[in-house]
């Protein structure tokens, strides 16, 4: 199984942008107030502000059939 893109929630953006971009080196895609978007390898992980994510949200597995996509909404 490939994991093509991860979405995380956190609150402090500007450090993880240090730390994945910065220190790590990995190669920064996308940066907005609300969201940083970074690569590894083929792989995409996109951070986004608590702020954002203001409504409750629910584990919501999907799974393409005949493909390699699966998505867990948060």
């Not at 970074?38 to 954002?52: D, L, P």
């Amino acid at each position: 199984m490939k994991i093509r893109k991860v979405m995380l929630h956190g609150k402090q953006l500007g450090m993880m942008k240090k730390f994945y971009v910065d220190l790590l080196g990995f190669t920064l895609e996308n940066e907005s107030p609300d969201e940083l978007i970074i690569t590894i390898g083929e792989s995409q992980i996109s951070f986004v502000s608590y702020a954002e994510n203001k409504r409750k949200r629910q584990i919501i597995p999907t799974y393409k059939k005949g493909g390699d996509q699966c998505i867990i909404h948060l």
